[in-house]
């Protein structure tokens, strides 16, 4: 089944303590991005890589990290986690970029205490 | 630069109404445009998506979305609700050659009997 899978799916941590969130799909897309959903403000794009060993910066990417070592998987690192990054966190592929229609994972609820 | 306003973070209607949720955006150069739904707990998926082959573009589940240049909008519609389609709904743009995806703020779908 195509698909994109995120872990954990929920999380809560505590400010400092550093964690990633996987992403992986197994469709074989150039592009992944991820994403944080906060209520009134929808979904803002964090990073993206356009292929292996090829990222950018989103709207909203300060206090996270991205690698792309591997085609299938761009983990989401955050070093240092504060209160404000308590969010739902989406991983998304597509077929080359942007423009191509999104494949979501299911998401991932992180609370910072 | 890219941005989209979602007019009503909440729209309720009866089952069988029309359903019209608004969609402009801003875009320097021809856009692509795409509405995603987010059922309850749930990742985004695709609804439908406009890249300038027709203006008027049909989705998945009954809805149909008419890009219009002149006023900015891509507009979501379905002529009969139905109680499934209670979510919310986000409009998203992009352009060629823009790596980025931007998403409005969310339109949150009540459907009551």
């Known amino acids: 089944e195509a698909q994109v899978t995120q872990n954990p799916r929920y999380l809560i941590t505590v400010t400092g303590k550093k964690l990633t969130v996987t992403c992986s799909q197994n469709m074989n897309h150039e592009y992944m991005s991820w994403y944080r959903q906060d209520p009134g403000l929808g979904l803002r794009q964090i990073y993206y890589s356009m292929n292996v060993e090829v990222t950018d910066k989103g709207d909203v990417p300060e206090g996270y990290k991205v690698s792309r070592k591997e085609k299938r998987n761009f983990p989401l690192i955050l070093e240092s986690p504060s209160p404000n990054q308590t969010s739902l966190y989406f991983c998304a592929s597509s077929f080359l970029s942007a423009t191509d229609t999104q494949y979501f994972g299911p998401g991932t609820r992180l609370t910072v205490l | 630069a890219q941005s989209v306003t979602q007019l009503g973070s909440h729209v309720s209607v009866s089952e069988g109404a029309l359903v019209l949720l608004r969609c402009n955006y801003s875009s320097s150069v021809p856009p692509y445009l795409f509405w995603y739904v987010q059922y309850p707990n749930q990742g985004l998926q695709l609804l439908l998506k406009y890249t300038s082959a027709a203006t008027l573009v049909k989705g998945i589940n009954g809805f149909e979305a008419e890009f219009k240049k002149s006023e900015t909008s891509f507009h979501l519609t379905k002529p009969s609700a139905h109680m499934s389609d209670a979510a919310e709904y986000f409009c998203?743009?992009?352009?060629?050659?823009?790596?980025?995806?931007?998403f409005g703020a969310g339109t949150r779908l009540a459907v009551h009997p």
């Open positions: 998203a743009v992009s352009e060629s050659g823009y790596n980025k995806l931007i």
